[in-house]
Every structure is written in C-alpha cells, then in structure tokens.
C-alpha cells in the first residue's frame, strides 16, 4: 500500500508548500521577477539552469528561497532599475527566523529530518576540538548537537540529568538552546560548569554563537 504522500513531507516543506507562509519574502521574489518581465520559463533559460525555478513560485507549493549562488546569478540579469535587490545574507535571516517561528506538527516535536540524520546516526567516538574533559564517559560534542538539533527548537530547554563533564550543555549552548543540568559528583559538576563557561572563549569569530553564551546560574544541593 503507497504511504499518504502528506505525511511523506517533512514539516518544513509543508510550510513551504502553504502559499500563506513566508509572505514578505515570496512578495519579494513576485516583485523581483517582474523587474526582470520574465517567465519562470525565461528565467531558467537566462540562467542556463532551472536553481531558481522554485524561488519563482511565489504563489504556489515548493516555493524556496535560492541560494546565494543562484541568487548572485539572478543580479547579473537585466532587470528594473526602480527594483532594490536586498541583499541575500538578509533574506536568508529572515527566512530562518521564519521558519522558527512557525509552530511545528505534532510529528516534529519527536524527531525532525535533517539531511544526514536517520534512526542510527554514525558518528565517530572521539570528542573532538571540544573534548576539555577528564571525565570517564565523555560524549562527542558534535554528536550532541546532531541530536538537539533534530529534537529541540532554537530557544528551547534541553535537560541532562546525569551531566558528567557537561558535553550536552555545551552543545545546547552552541545550538542556542537554553540548557540544566544535574551532576551528582562534585568534581564533574564542577568541570562542566567551567567547560559550558569558557565556550565562548573557544569559538572562532564568526561562530553565530559568539559573544552570546552567557555565564550559567549555579546551583549546588
Ligand atoms: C555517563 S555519565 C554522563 C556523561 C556526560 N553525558 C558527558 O558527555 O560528559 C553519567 C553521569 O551521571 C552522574 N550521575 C549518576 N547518578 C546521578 C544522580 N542520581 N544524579 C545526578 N547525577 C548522577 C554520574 O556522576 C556521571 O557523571
């Protein structure tokens, strides 16, 4: 029996595919393609691929917005003068704080397809840069944040019960997720507080982390 193709859809592409969604920025690519009077057709053609095709529907399903590549591209057109292209990176905030926004379905609040994420996830054992720990059991940070990124929404709590050196809490804090944790023993509650602290000191510039991770409240039983 053919599954429901509906429910085949990751929630993502059901907002996309909601012509009430997203208005500004598809009202957006409606005003940028009539400053170029040109088909969706015509566009693909222009270009020599069909990238932008799906920036195009803007009053239809599968609408996207394009990637910055495709978008440059789309500068190069000859297009209205009276037209003020924004700039891609500005879009880009837009659509993600969107996209955010949206209430998820019910389905997303267990586990959300991510590309490269399926019921058994491979990662390799070793922490990585991140791995500042003692701690017998330490996890793999990056692992951690495959996970809370598949399962939490940006702005959301995670809670590690059994904290160890505190690995979840940094990737909770490097995915911009609010986090608690509980330790037991001393000497591990202590290493994580110090490892979740110092991460800003350990993030390159342009991390978009930087600068936000704040000092964590400390509670001791
Ligand atoms: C497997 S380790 C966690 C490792 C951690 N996820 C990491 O990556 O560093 C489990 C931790 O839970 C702590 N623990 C065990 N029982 C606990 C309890 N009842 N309350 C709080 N912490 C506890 C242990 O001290 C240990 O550090």
């Known amino acids: 029996m053919s599954k429901d193709p509906d429910q085949q859809r990751s929630p993502l592409q059901k907002l996309l595919d909601d012509p009430t969604k997203f208005?500004?920025?598809?009202?957006?690519?409606?005003?940028?393609?009539?400053?170029?009077?040109?088909t969706r057709g015509q566009v693909n053609k222009?270009?020599?691929h069909q990238k932008a095709e799906h920036f195009f529907r803007w009053d239809r399903a599968q609408w996207r917005l394009v990637?910055?590549?495709?978008?440059?591209q789309l500068l190069k057109l000859p297009r209205d003068p009276a037209f003020e292209p924004r700039p891609?990176?500005?879009?880009?905030t837009e659509y993600d704080r969107l996209k955010d926004s949206y209430p998820k379905e019910e389905e997303s609040r267990f586990f959300e397809y991510q590309k490269g994420?399926?019921?058994?996830?491979?990662?390799?054992?070793?922490?990585?840069?991140?791995?500042?720990?003692?701690?017998?059991?330490?996890?793999?940070?990056?692992l951690a944040q495959i996970l809370i990124r598949s399962t939490c929404r940006p702005?959301?709590?995670?809670?590690?019960?059994?904290?160890g050196?505190?690995?979840?809490?940094?990737?909770?804090?490097?995915?911009?997720?609010?986090?608690?944790?509980?330790?037991?023993?001393?000497?591990?509650?202590?290493?994580a507080t110090q490892r979740i602290n110092n991460l800003d000191d350990l993030l390159p510039k342009k991390h978009p982390q930087k600068g936000k991770i704040t000092s964590l409240d400390v509670s001791q039983m």
Do not use: C
């Open 23 to 38: 208005p500004n920025l598809r009202d957006y690519a409606r005003q940028f393609q009539a400053a170029l009077g040109m």
């Open 46 to 48: 222009a270009l020599g």
């Open 67 to 72: 990637t910055e590549k495709t978008y440059k």
């Open 88 to 92: 891609w990176t500005e879009l880009k």
């Open 117 to 142: 994420v399926t019921e058994v996830i491979t990662h390799s054992t070793v922490a990585g840069q991140w791995h500042n720990s003692d701690h017998p059991t330490t996890k793999p940070v990056p």
């Open 155 to 163: 702005g959301g709590v995670i809670l590690d019960a059994f904290m």
């Open 165 to 191: 050196s505190g690995s979840v809490g940094m990737a909770a804090r490097l995915e911009g997720r609010k986090f608690i944790g509980i330790e037991k023993e001393r000497q591990w509650f202590d290493l």
